[in-house]
């Protein structure tokens, strides 16, 4: 009687676990590139509709509402219903809103400078158009803008990384 193997032997086995571990390099290297992404859009996102906020709350009370960032656009930005336009929480000027710097590293900034825009009380922007970048940092996924005209219409676009600033 003739006897059958129904069995790996070792060096199958090994061979398998290589190959697995080596899909599965691959495939954290390609969820890298996912959470970057992810992380600069979901930024951008939350600055769209910060400044939507603002624009809607100039509108709804007839006052200047800016957007200020102090410490830099990557950090902590408030929408203040700001009395006197100038872009601090003084007395009489009301924080409406609070957006949290991001968690991780991304490059954000303004095409004309300065920490603070504002709305009128028509919806208009205080000034010029304005436009405000996110970008991965390490250049591996893409970035977005964020414009603001004149007119107050606030658009957002998405940019190749390699015309990111």
Not at 99 to 118: E, H, L, M, N, Y
Request: charged content about 20%.
């Amino acid at each position: 009687m003739k006897k059958t193997n129904s069995g790996f032997t070792l060096v199958e086995l090994l061979m398998t676990l290589v190959i697995i571990g080596i899909m599965a390099s691959l495939a954290s290297a390609s969820f890298q590139g996912i959470f970057e992404r992810n992380t600069v859009k979901t930024e951008a996102d939350a600055a769209l509709h910060t400044m939507k906020l603002a624009r809607s709350e100039a509108i709804k009370r007839s006052n200047t509402v800016t957007v200020s960032a102090a410490g830099g656009w990557d950090q902590d930005w408030q929408v203040l219903s700001d009395i006197d336009g100038d872009g601090n929480l003084d007395a009489g000027d009301e924080l409406l809103y609070e957006k949290k710097a991001p968690q991780r590293a991304i490059d954000i900034s303004r095409d004309v400078g300065g920490t603070v825009f504002g709305f009128a009380s028509t919806g208009f922007r205080t000034g010029g158009d304005t436009e405000i970048s996110f970008c991965d940092p390490t250049g591996v996924a893409v970035g977005y803008s964020v414009t603001v005209s004149r007119v107050g219409q606030i658009t957002k676009a998405e940019v190749a990384a390699a015309s990111c600033p």
